[in-house]
């Protein structure tokens, strides 16, 4: 390409002024789609960090909860997300089934901090801080994901635009679908319009069904007897027919042939048995859903029945649900973010200036729709007031599922110690608490079929309340806005009851970055809660000179070879053991002699360390390194 008939020049310091200018004028004329931020200005502190120090894990034991001690535990980490996504990378790459994060709004009220600083609505380079904040950490959290993992991601309006842009950009083999949650159905008052709704954002693999069904569908439990258009006699009179009844057992005998439109219901003679004709209460002569022969097959199904309803018999019929798909927008009074938000905070923590909690039922609808693996590893790296952890223990308490929570959150302003720990705690082992707790039981939006056949949805209400008449002391329906709603009370006097489980607190701690021996020890002897966390096995079973074995409740085992002089001693005590066992052994390269492990070769699965841990560290850190070589190579420094 040639510049007024010259050579383009391929070094800018060659260039003139008013050829530098009109470039310039070219570049900002261009058209642009897509993510375009100021990457330069908006670094952030631990890219500073990252070049002396190493995160690592360590284990504040004064604050674990402990309810079921036999159990694999849930782990909160307290410190920055990037230091934490980090060690994940090591310790849970592909393992994680779904990530549900809530991030920072960026709303310009004080709402979020970058680099130690809250954003303000003025802050030229809000959006870029922001955009580069979170693809940095999305950019991590992909590696963590099963192949067929999904990620949910909830916003609101001020950056959903960017967000689905990053999503794009890093999740570029997945369909990035936007769904929209009803989280507060009062509206909340802006200039125009009364929002009421937040987006959640969500990367799926491309043409894979993977979002789950919303269980089975309702089942369909009604009269035999149609109603609605073709439900005259006259409009199919082969569905016209008598279905004899026994009177005390109110088991259905048979059924008469078709009555003829010319013929009478004629008169029925057995004292014992009773002949149930679709006739409506009103008198007018209907038909029946089903053959005399499809009836017969059903009633040998069960799936068919005669029952009393206001002191007559009436025949009915059921069809299993089928699974539904989930809509793209949800809304209903179980997502109010007030009062399964806020209002259960402050049920369970007492009064706190924590902004805007999720409802629940929310982020537990989230979990669900993303697996239905009731031993799934669920990550919230923006744990905030611990919602997805609550979420997760009451799917486990729900369905005996054995589900694990990993949440991240920092510690500012405390919300950590005084928010997010307390929270988990009081709901795994109960709280004092006195007046009614509420769980809504059934919900729906109510069609005109819904109403005009109003003794069958009575009848599914009844049905879900004879349930649960053990669970709870009483029951309320509301009917508001088109949907009605059952809810079950549960009378507290003194205290819930916990849910149980048991919870690992860790916090985020450094070792210095530049390879040599030294720091390689202490790498190693500042390892294990981050090897603990990637084979799962808390429990210590046998200790000596540099070395430890750990093991959990599935018989699965980890030993820890800190040094050398660790091996011989190691060796005899998993002889006595007997147990495979999976084995980090200290190197100071990145193999293992196994020459040293040759009689218990059967026994160990070794793998080298640092080298392991370091080997991820480089890969996640080595674009800060080769930005700062870049950005000292065009400042002209060495």
Excluded at 55 to 69: A, Q, Y
Aim: hydrophobic residues 30%; aromatic residues 10%; positive net charge.
């Amino acid at each position: 390409m040639a510049i007024n008939g010259k050579p383009r020049k391929t070094d800018y310091n060659e260039w003139s002024k008013p050829e530098l200018i009109r470039e310039v004028k070219k570049l900002e004329k261009r058209k642009k789609y897509g993510l375009v931020y100021d990457e330069e200005k908006v670094k952030e502190v631990f890219e500073e960090q990252t070049q002396k120090k190493l995160p690592i894990l360590k284990e504040e034991s004064s604050k674990e909860v402990i309810v079921e001690g036999n159990t694999s535990p849930h782990i909160l980490i307290e410190g920055d997300n990037y230091h934490v996504l980090s060690v994940l990378n090591y310790t849970h790459k592909n393992r994680i089934d779904a990530i549900y994060i809530d991030p920072p709004y960026n709303t310009g009220n004080n709402s979020w901090k970058y680099n130690n600083r809250y954003i303000e609505d003025d802050d030229a380079y809000k959006h870029s801080k922001w955009i580069s904040f979170m693809s940095k950490r999305l950019q991590l959290a992909k590696k963590l994901l099963k192949k067929n993992g999904i990620i949910c991601v909830t916003i609101d309006n001020h950056e959903v635009h960017n967000l689905r842009h990053i999503m794009e950009d890093v999740f570029t083999d997945k369909e990035i679908i936007i769904t929209v949650i009803e989280h507060n159905f009062r509206g909340r008052t802006k200039n125009n319009f009364a929002l009421t709704h937040e987006y959640a954002i969500w990367a799926i693999n491309k043409d894979a069904d993977l979002i789950t069904r919303l269980g089975m569908g309702e089942d369909i439990r009604r009269n035999l007897r149609r109603t609605g258009n073709n439900s005259k006699r006259t409009d199919s009179p082969s569905m016209f027919y008598g279905i004899e009844v026994d009177k005390k057992s109110l088991k259905i005998i048979g059924t008469t042939a078709p009555l003829p439109l010319d013929k009478p219901i004629p008169k029925h003679t057995n004292p014992k048995t009773e002949m149930i004709y679709p006739i409506h209460p009103d008198g007018s002569e209907k038909n029946w859903y089903y053959s005399p022969k499809k009836l017969l097959e059903e009633v040998k199904k069960g799936e068919a029945y005669a029952k009393i309803i206001k002191n007559s018999i009436q025949i009915h019929y059921h069809i299993a649900g089928k699974p539904t798909r989930r809509k793209s927008v949800w809304s209903g009074t179980k997502f109010d973010a007030s009062t399964y938000g806020s209002e259960l905070l402050t049920e369970i923590i007492g009064e706190n200036n924590f902004p805007f909690p999720k409802s629940i039922h929310a982020v537990k609808e989230c979990i669900e729709a993303m697996t239905d693996n009731k031993n799934a590893i669920i990550l919230d790296f923006f744990a905030g007031s611990g919602t997805t952890g609550h979420a997760v223990l009451e799917l486990n308490k729900k369905d005996n599922g054995t589900r694990k929570f990993i949440l991240c959150t920092n510690n500012e302003g405390n919300i950590c110690d005084e928010i997010t720990l307390p929270r988990l705690k009081n709901v795994m082992m109960g709280y004092k608490f006195k007046g009614k707790q509420k769980e809504i039981l059934f919900e729906k939006t109510l069609s005109y079929s819904d109403i005009k056949n109003g003794e069958e949805l009575y009848e599914e209400i009844e049905q879900i309340k004879m349930r649960n008449q053990t669970k709870f002391n009483n029951f309320e329906i509301k009917v508001k806005d088109t949907k009605i709603q059952l809810t079950g009370i549960k009378v507290i006097d003194g205290k819930t009851t916990g849910l149980g489980s048991r919870l690992k607190f860790f916090k985020t701690e450094f070792v210095g970055w530049e390879p040599t021996d030294e720091n390689k020890k202490i790498l190693v002897q500042q390892s294990t809660e981050m090897l603990c966390l990637k084979e799962d096995c808390f429990e210590l079973v046998n200790e000596g000179e540099q070395f430890k074995i750990f093991k959990n409740n599935n018989d699965r085992y980890l030993g820890i070879i800190y040094y050398y002089d660790g091996i011989e001693h190691f060796k005899k005590e998993i002889i006595k053991l007997n147990k495979k066992i999976n084995t980090y052994v200290f190197s100071f390269s990145d193999i293992v002699d196994e020459e040293e492990f040759q009689e218990v070769d059967q026994l160990v699965n070794l793998k080298p360390i640092p080298a392991s841990i370091l080997n991820v560290y480089r890969r996640i850190f080595a674009y800060v390194q080769t930005k700062k070589l870049s950005r000292e190579i065009h400042s002209g420094t060495n």
